[in-house]
T-cell receptor, first 113, second 115 residues
Framework: DTGVSQDPRHKITKRGQNVTFRCDPISEHNRLYWYRQTLGQGPEFLTYFQNEAQLEKSRLLSDRFSAERPKGSFSTLEIQRTEQGDSAMYLC???????????FGPGTRLTVL | DAKTTQPTSMDCAEGRAANLPCNHSTISGNEYVYWYRQIHSQGPQYIIHGLKNNETNEMASLIITEDRKSSTLILPHATLRDTAVYYCIVREARKVRNQGGKLIFGQGTELSVKP
């Protein structure tokens, strides 16, 4: 059973650097979601793709954040000019349909020094 | 999406049933109740969901009150591995193209299963 995978699992970077994370959804799932989770809080929605189209973005997704899903399969989330406040766990989830169950990956933990 | 209220933390003895309550008094007729859990440093794990009827699967049972304003997740025989944060989420079932059915997580209940 190949679930959602994320890479890397951990990333440490210096303030001002750019970072990119990758998410591979479950095969045949055409919906893909990104969430962010800070310490002690529940995950917060960032953005959502249906196939390659980015259909919804949270106000949390500032100009420094960009997400892509070029071929409707894997997705990347890039953060430019990282800030210490970007330190968080970045979670990816996928589902076969809009209202269907979302399955989460293990997350990428970002630490910005 | 309706808001949910859960206790911040609960303890349960290993081998006993864990009953986790959730209030969702503003739930509307087309909203499902979902439960996820998150073990420390892992991604959230889907447990169960329901609309009106009680549901059971290999992990848990979900009991929804008749007025749908509250629900209880039951782990019938809790083990140490069930120690996690449990999230109760209500989510609209209506399929709208530009609204992808995002999950809105609250603080959840931190369940500690003790030997």
């Amino acid at each position: 059973d190949t679930g959602v995978s994320q890479d890397p699992r951990h990333k440490i970077t210096k303030r001002g650097q750019n970072v990119t994370f990758r998410c591979d959804p479950i095969s045949e799932h055409n919906r893909l979601y990104w969430y962010r989770q800070t310490l002690g809080q529940g995950p917060e929605f960032l953005t959502y793709f249906q196939n390659e189209a980015q259909l919804e973005k949270s106000r949390l997704l500032s100009d420094r954040f960009s997400a892509e899903r070029p071929k409707g399969s894997f997705s990347t989330l890039e953060i430019q000019r990282t800030e210490q406040g970007d330190s968080a766990m970045y979670l990816c989830a996928s589902s076969p349909k809009i209202a269907d169950t979302q399955y989460f990956g293990p997350g990428t933990r970002l630490t910005v020094l | 999406d309706a808001k949910t209220t859960q206790p911040t933390s609960m303890d349960c003895a290993e081998g006993r049933a864990a009953n986790l309550p959730c209030n969702h008094s503003t739930i509307s007729g087309n909203e499902y109740v979902y439960w996820y859990r998150q073990i420390h440093s892992q991604g959230p794990q889907y447990i169960i969901h329901g609309l009106k009827n009680n549901e059971t699967n290999e992990m848990a049972s979900l009991i929804i009150t008749e007025d749908r304003k509250s629900s209880t997740l039951i782990l019938p025989h809790a083990t140490l591995r069930d120690t996690a944060v449990y999230y109760c989420i209500v989510r609209e079932a209506r399929k709208v193209r530009n609204q992808g059915g995002k999950l809105i997580f609250g603080q959840g209940t931190e369940l500690s299963v003790k030997p």
